[in-house]
């Protein structure tokens, strides 16, 4: 069974700051890997997601994550935080069920950006 | 168009209630998604439809949690006799896709269950 570890249950950084945000994941096949963000009382949103190709993935508001297959990581980044950044970020992989896939998610990141 | 809608968006249940929660996927997805988010964790999976046809039900806790899509569009997550421990955030997904992991979800808002 693939799982995903999410280092960090918050992550406080100052605006314009470096973002990162770091997940680790297992998986005995080449997995799926995403990354979404939850606003509060909100669903989840997708940042971004790895599925073959570019090992560097780029994704909306400016965040970009680079799947490590040696290190098993797939970490996001940001160069620059803005407020509008502050919300929760589960990273998740793509694992086969009994009746096909479902993802498996961290247990999420909580992001706070001070002005 | 519309996104993934969820209803009620509040429930509040006295232990030993029933109570069924809706999902109204985007139209046309094939696949849907039911999750449930505790407080401060990340969704976990329960149950996974393509179609009208529950695919996987591995992650449903216990028999008191039934869920069906009879006509392959509408979801209904139902919980009977309701406990403490299911007080949590439950959340509709959907896709477009069947059968492959690499296509993106799209989540609902939840549906905030309180049993007291």
């Known amino acids: 069974a693939q799982s995903v570890t999410q280092l960090g249950s918050h992550v406080s950084v100052s605006e314009g700051a470096l973002v990162l945000l770091r997940c680790n994941y297992s998986?005995?096949?080449?997995?799926?890997l995403f990354w979404y963000v939850q606003y509060p009382n909100q669903g989840l949103q997708l940042l971004l997601k790895y599925t073959t190709g570019a090992t560097l993935v780029k994704g909306i508001n400016g965040f970009e994550a680079e799947f490590k297959k040696s290190e098993t990581s797939f970490h996001l980044t940001k160069p620059s935080a803005h407020m509008s950044d502050a919300a929760e970020y589960f990273c998740a992989v793509s694992d086969r069920g009994t009746g096909g896939f479902k993802t498996i998610f961290g247990a999420g990141t909580r992001l706070f950006v001070k002005a | 168009g519309a996104g993934v809608s969820q209803s009620p968006r509040y429930k509040v249940a006295k232990r030993g209630q029933d109570v069924a929660l809706r999902c109204d996927p985007i139209s046309g997805h094939v696949s849907l998604f039911w999750y449930q988010q505790a407080l401060g964790q990340g969704p976990e999976f329960l149950t996974y439809?393509?179609?009208?046809?529950?695919?996987?039900k591995s992650g449903l806790p216990s028999d008191r949690f039934f869920a069906e899509r009879p006509e392959g569009s509408v979801s209904t997550l139902k919980i009977q006799r309701t406990q403490q421990e299911d007080s949590a955030v439950y959340l509709c997904?959907?896709?477009?896709?069947?059968?492959?992991?690499?296509?993106?979800?799209?989540f609902g808002p939840g549906t905030r269950l309180t049993v007291t």
């Open positions: 998986s005995s096949v080449p997995p799926y």
């Open positions: 439809f393509q179609n009208e046809a529950q695919l996987d």
């Open positions: 997904a959907s896709s477009s896709a069947a059968g492959t992991g690499s296509y993106e979800q799209y």
